[in-house]
Each structure stands twice: as C-alpha cells, then as structure tokens.
C-alpha cells in the first residue's frame, strides 16, 4: 500500500526556535514535494525534491531527501508568526504512472 | 498568466442532485487530478488522467465521475451516489512533457455544500 506519514500532525512553536517536520513514505520514490496550505485556501509549492540528497532552502525553511531512508525533512530556522500554516509532503509514486499521495500534513502554529 | 482556474468557488447541492466541478489549465500540462479535502484532513486523491480520453480511480472515486476530452479540461461529476460529498475540492495538473517538470500546481479549490 502506498503510504505516506507526517509528523507530528501539530505543533506549536515558539518565535524564534527551530524544529523538523518529518515525512516518511512506504515505496521507491524519488521525487518529493513540499506545499504550504492556509486556512481555506489552496496548495502553495514550496520545494521540489528530484534525487537522493537534495536539499533546497527557502527563507527559513530547508527541505531534504534521503531516498534509501524514504524520509524528506522539512527544517524550520528562527520561526516566524507568518509560518504559521498546514505543510503538507507528497510522494510521487511513478511505478509507470503519475500519482501523487499526500501526506497527513502537519499543522503549525508559531506563537509570538 | 498561465494557471489552473477552478470554478465555481462555492457550490451548493441538494440531495439528490448531480453536479460538475470545472477545473481549466492553460500550462500545457498532460497529468489531471482531483482530490477531495474533508476539514482538518489531508488530500485524498479522486480520479487523476496522464493524457487525453484516459483516466483512472484514486483511492476515492465511488460517487465521482471524470472525463478528458481535452487536454485542457478535467471536469468532476459528483453523482448522488456519493453520500457525503460536502468537502473542499482541489484539481491539479503536472508534467510538462517537454520539460518533463513533475511539479503540481492546485486551483483555488472548489467548497462544496449538500444543502
């Protein structure tokens, strides 16, 4: 079955501190993305994963593959009240096919 | 600009009734998705389609129907068979196949209400 699973599902942080969101797959893959969603609002992508060992950085966010691991992390540095929002990763599972799964998605809230 | 343009944003159905979501892209992308966002939950993938007059079922596509007639147009059906259908509906596309950019880009999503 093809899986995809986040953690944790929430978490609260403080301004100022760091901390990883971690996605973990079930099958082959090795291309992972990152989005970003608001309240109400659609998917915004944040980072594109196509090998083993990509890493991309944007602003205070970092993301990094480790495709033998089946685990991509999303890095948090110095968090901000406009983090504050739903991030989701999602795996595709090629295997012939374009599917993407999503994962859980974790919710964050940065507290000023 | 090039985009995926979701319409309506908010569409109300009684029970009973059938209705289609529009979902337009312009990126010249080959693959189409839906999926359905229940609140406080993930995305949980409809139907999705690689190419023109060709679709499959997601993990989720009891009480959907697609169609591909058009490289640029997904629409989604949500039949009266579906007994829960009130959700967020998000469609996206991807694979530039000249570039061969897997990366998906979503509409604005569509909020759907049994009334």
């Known amino acids: 079955e093809l899986k995809v699973e986040q953690n944790p599902l929430f978490l609260s942080m403080q301004e100022g501190k760091n901390y990883t969101i971690y996605c973990n797959y079930s099958t082959t893959s090795d291309r992972l993305y990152w989005y970003r969603q608001d309240p109400g609002k659609s998917l915004e992508s944040l980072f594109v994963?196509?090998?083993?060992?990509a890493v991309k950085q944007e602003g205070r966010l970092m993301a990094s593959l480790d495709t033998k691991a089946r685990l991509s992390t999303l890095h948090i540095t110095a968090a901000v009240h406009d983090l504050s929002a739903t991030y989701f990763c999602?795996?595709?599972?090629?295997?012939?096919?374009?599917?993407?799964?999503f994962g859980t998605g974790t919710r964050l809230k940065v507290l000023a | 600009d090039g985009g995926i343009t979701q319409s309506p944003k908010y569409l109300f159905r009684k029970e009973g009734q059938n209705v289609t979501l529009s979902c337009e892209q312009n990126?010249?992308?080959?693959?189409m998705y839906w999926y359905r966002q229940d609140p406080g939950q993930g995305l949980r993938l409809i139907y999705y389609?690689?190419?023109?007059?060709?679709?499959q079922k997601g993990d989720i596509a009891e009480g959907y129907s697609v169609s591909r007639e058009k490289k640029e147009s997904f629409p989604l059906t949500v039949t009266s068979a579906q007994k829960n259908p009130t959700a967020f509906y998000l469609c996206?596309?991807?694979?530039?196949?000249?570039?061969?950019?897997?990366?998906?880009?979503f509409g604005q999503g569509t909020r759907l209400t049994v009334v």
């Open positions: 389609s690689q190419i023109v007059n060709d679709f």
């Open positions: 994963l196509l090998s083993n060992g």
């Open positions: 996206a596309s991807s694979i530039d196949s000249g570039t061969w950019n897997t990366e998906a880009f």
């Open positions: 999602a795996v595709d599972f090629t295997s012939g096919t374009y599917k993407y799964i």
């Open positions: 990126l010249n992308h080959d693959a």
